[in-house]
């Protein structure tokens, strides 16, 4: 049974451009939470969603940042007009029907030029 | 909403000693508390969980306990190894699971 895989693993952008990160979660989850990582810092919770629903999107910036998790294929977050300030590691996760149980994928290096 | 709060924020020991990291949260809501190890370039894996219903939990050199009245749970790794070194985060999430919310982390170094 695979992990929660994303990719790329790394990325990089140049300011102004978009960013594309996906994740698919293990097989058998239909929760997909997303969580942004700076350097020497903590988990920020960024949006939780479930199958074509956005459950919480509380932790998303208002601007330039969205995220869907179709019927089929892979969550994407999808960061546009990239800034410097963008450079992190994303983090995905998911968990199974019942919500409990959270595991991670190994990220998406972000860096912004 | 919910506040996780961790200490310490590094922790050095000797190989063979123990390390404890504790968390306090403050919704009461709140129920189920695992603990993640984040090794270096990786995602954080799931180590250790709890319920409210249990005051600890142990598995192999690794426990956790929770105290549901001082809202506060700790993570306890004995005979402590080279390997443990990494960042372990706490969590607490509320009965509907929507919500993970994750302490500031605590970063072991384990000295051989």
């Known amino acids: 049974n695979a992990g929660v895989m994303q990719n790329p693993r790394h990325l990089v952008r140049r300011r102004g451009q978009e960013a594309r990160l996906r994740c698919s979660p293990m097989k058998g989850h239909s929760h997909v939470y997303w969580y942004r990582q700076l350097p020497e810092e903590g988990l920020k919770f960024m949006v939780y969603l479930q199958k074509e629903n956005i459950i919480d999107e509380s932790g998303m910036p208002k601007e330039r940042f969205s995220a869907e998790f179709p019927k089929e294929g892979p969550s994407i977050l999808r960061i546009q007009q990239v800034v410097r300030g963008d450079s992190a590691a994303y983090f995905c996760?998911?968990?199974?029907?019942?919500?409990?149980?959270?595991?991670f994928g190994s990220g998406t290096q972000l860096s912004v030029l | 909403g919910e506040n996780v709060e961790q200490h310490p924020s590094t922790l050095s020991v000797q190989e063979g000693d123990s390390a404890v990291i504790k968390c306090t949260y403050s919704?009461?809501?709140?129920?189920?508390f695992p603990w993640y190890k984040q090794e270096l370039g990786k995602g954080p894996q799931l180590i250790i969980d709890i319920r409210s219903n249990v005051g600890e939990k142990k598995d192999q050199r690794i426990a956790v306990t929770l105290n549901k009245t001082a809202k506060h749970f700790s993570l306890h790794i004995t005979e402590t190894q080279p390997e443990d070194s990494a960042v372990y985060f706490c969590a607490a999430s509320p009965n509907n699971f929507n919500k993970f919310y994750f302490g500031s982390g605590t970063k072991l170094n384990v000295k051989p």
């Open positions: 919704d009461s809501a709140s129920n189920y």
């Open positions: 996760a998911s968990s199974p029907p019942d919500g409990e149980k959270l595991f």
